[in-house]
Nanobody, 121 residues
Framework: QVQLVESGGGSVQPGGSLRLSCAAS????????IGWFRQAPGKEREGVSC????????NYADSVKGRFTISRDNAQNRVYLQMNSLKPEDTAVYYC??????????????WGQGTQVTVSS
């Protein structure tokens, strides 16, 4: 089983920055992607950014492109989300998610507990 633990959330003013961190432990050898989702009250959970484990290829939601950057530290099995120029609409619970393949076409998702990000004046 893969365990994911997020940290780095908090409260900032519009225009501020935060860096989220996700530490992965357990059996991580088969992880295909790792990334971030977020969910605001009353809204669906949406993908923010993800990284493909094999080559580091990244994707970003249009709403965060140019402001957020995903990165990884393979030695520590960590993935980061640097969030700059934060807006009130970025307020949400942010979740780390990792997807794991079994080599036979099946895929499993693992989720962290979430960390709150609040952007307000």
């Amino acid at each position: 089983q893969v365990q994911l633990v997020e940290s780095g959330g908090g409260s900032v003013q519009p225009g501020g920055s935060l860096r989220l961190s996700c530490a992965a432990s357990g059996f991580t050898a088969d992880l295909d992607t790792i990334g971030w989702f977020r969910q605001a009250p009353g809204k669906e959970r949406e993908g923010v950014s993800c990284m493909r484990s094999s080559d580091g290829n990244t994707n970003y939601a249009d709403s965060v492109k140019g402001r957020f950057t995903i990165s990884r530290d393979n030695a520590q099995n960590r993935v980061y989300l640097q969030m700059n120029s934060l807006k009130p609409e970025d307020t949400a619970v942010y979740y780390c998610e990792a997807r794991e393949g079994d080599g036979f076409g099946h895929e499993y998702s693992h989720w962290g507990q979430g960390t709150q990000v609040t952007v307000s004046s």
